[in-house]
């Protein structure tokens, strides 16, 4: 008299007891494929973030503002490669992800298709949008894919420096001259809000969250999340004498959180969609790079094989 | 020395390997050596066959000293 229990029902079981899904178990094949996008998307988005940074190393203020920014800079393509390398144990090639970023088949994160017109914007970057990364990546630590859990432990360790070397460069323009002061608050003026919709859709239209959630993908919800970084951050803002750019926010005692004003949605969707300001300069730099340094690959492998080829050849003589 | 398996990567060979390893992995000083091996060569037990591979050893307690019984006079045993 045993009922027939599906692989689904197993698998279901298997997350709510809080286990790690690994490489070689049976998952979904919709589990499989919404991991592989949301992971191959996060490695795109540091790949493709290492653009708007990269635009001040050379013009950085001191040598020691362009060894941190460089530092900064290299660990996001670390945390890509790593990301990249947890995708591919569900199956997908690293070929297949790059060709569907330059083909604009896959999105990246949306903050990264505004430009960085101020050094002040180094700062602000840190600070904002390495913050609200590290409130979804955090998150993240607890998500039930192993490999994606795994990465995103790294990850957090090395993105603690990101956003204290970015509020430190805010502080001391906040606490500098005049013009200094004014650039940092110019710099806030532009990234605060585009760094509120990084945590996506409000969560009633969110389509995909409800199952993420259910597979412990997701561990907390778009406005959760959202709501913590904005607690989070408003005290630092105002420890800086800055403003945040919203009329609408306040403390309300009642919900013990801060209240804000409405997202604009429509400019979200429409970055998303490929028109914001940088999108189309981003993606060109990528293809740009990618088909310049198409020598480098080729000569690394043929230098490979003829190595090899080398080898057996001696090895078939002796 | 032991090593421990910290992810994985592409390169052209060997020597390629070691060097991006190097620029991914040890960016936080964590390590003094590094192996590199290509993923075709490994062969790995699974996790889910943890427990017939291992149950044999978790029931030999007489493997360890202290399943035996020797009296507290007895000396530099």
């Known amino acids: ?318 | 020395m032991s090593h421990k398996h910290v992810g994985s990567l592409h390169a052209a060979d060997a020597e390629m390997a070691i060097k991006n390893a190097r620029d991914v992995y040890t960016r936080r000083s964590e390590g003094i050596s590094i192996w590199v091996v290509p993923s075709e060569e490994i062969t790995a037990s699974s996790p889910d066959e943890k427990d017939p591979l291992f149950t044999p050893s978790d029931d030999k307690v007489y493997r360890h000293p202290t399943f035996y019984d020797i009296p507290d006079d007895v000396e530099n045993m």
């Open chain 1, 1 to 318: 008299m045993g009922t027939k229990v599906s692989l689904e029902d197993k698998f279901q079981a298997y997350v709510d007891a809080e286990n790690r899904v690994e490489p070689k178990d049976w998952m979904p094949e919709k589990y499989r494929k919404t991991l592989i996008r949301q992971i191959s998307q996060h490695a795109h988005s540091e790949i493709i973030g290492m653009q708007p940074e990269a635009n001040w190393i050379t013009r950085a203020p001191s040598l020691r503002a362009k060894l941190i920014l460089l530092a900064k800079v290299q660990d996001e393509a670390g945390h890509g490669l790593y990301l990249y390398s947890a995708a591919e144990t569900l199956g997908e090639p690293r070929e297949k992800m790059i060709a569907d970023l330059q083909s604009g088949k896959a999105k990246y994160s949306s903050i990264f298709n505004y430009p960085t017109p101020s050094w002040a914007d180094m700062g602000t970057i840190g600070w904002l949008v390495d913050g609200a990364a590290i409130q979804n990546q955090v998150m993240l630590t607890r998500t039930s894919y192993g490999p994606y859990a795994r990465a995103m432990v790294k990850i957090c360790k090395e993105e603690s420096f990101h956003q204290r070397q970015g509020y430190e460069v805010v502080m001391k323009l906040a606490q500098g001259t005049p013009e200094q002061k004014a650039m940092a608050q110019e710099s806030l003026n532009r990234w605060w809000w585009p760094s509120l919709m990084m945590f996506g859709p409000s969560d009633d239209n969110s389509p995909n969250s409800e199952q993420s959630m259910k597979w412990k993908i997701k561990r907390k919800s778009n406005d959760t999340l959202r709501q913590e970084f904005v607690d989070k951050t408003v005290p630092q803002a105002e420890y800086l004498g800055l403003t945040i750019p919203d009329a609408d926010l306040k403390w309300n005692e009642e919900r013990g959180h801060y209240d804000f004003g409405e997202i604009n949605w429509a400019e979200f969707y429409e970055v998303i969609k490929g028109n914001g300001p940088c999108n189309k300069e981003r993606i060109a730099h990528h293809v740009k790079a990618h088909e310049e340094g198409a020598w480098v690959r080729e000569a690394a492998n043929a230098y490979a094989k003829k190595q090899a080829d080398r080898a057996s050849n001696d090895a078939s003589a002796a």
